[in-house]
Nanobody
Framework: QLQASGGGLVQPGGSLRLSCAAS????????MAWYRQAPGKQRDLVAV???????NYADSVKGRFTISRDNAKNTVYLQMNSLKPEDTAVYYC???????????????WGQGTLVTVSS
């Protein structure tokens, strides 16, 4: 189960930090990511971090957004700075994890949190 939080209304140029905590039976988490979906558009990858620590970002957010994870808390964060109106969307966290060492990877989605960038 994933619980996302941190969305809200912010002015252009402002900042927000999203959080997403995973709970339940977790042996390991391989991938933690944030996606977003603007009205009338498809859901797109924003940022991803894998268990080895590497990260990747959509070109539109590079240099403004930072993804990080706290493995002890099974939580992923998205620090969003210099927000623009075009960042307005529902943000979803996604986790790929195993319940036991030999179990297959399973994917989970958070409930989504709305970010609105407007003056």
């Amino acid at each position: 189960q994933l619980q996302a939080s941190g969305g809200g209304l912010v002015q252009p140029g402002g900042s927000l930090r999203l959080s997403c905590a995973a709970s339940g039976t977790i042996f390991s988490i391989n991938v933690m990511a944030w996606y977003r979906q603007a009205p009338g558009k498809q859901r797109d990858l924003v940022a991803v971090t894998v268990s080895g620590g590497s990260t990747n970002y959509a070109d539109s957010v590079k240099g403004r957004f930072t993804i990080s994870r706290d493995n002890a808390k099974n939580t992923v964060y998205l620090q969003m700075n210099s927000l623009k109106p075009e960042d307005t969307a529902v943000y979803y966290c996604n986790v790929q994890s195993r319940r036991a060492a030999r179990d297959p990877l399973e994917g989970y989605w958070g409930q989504g949190t709305l970010v609105t960038v407007s003056s």
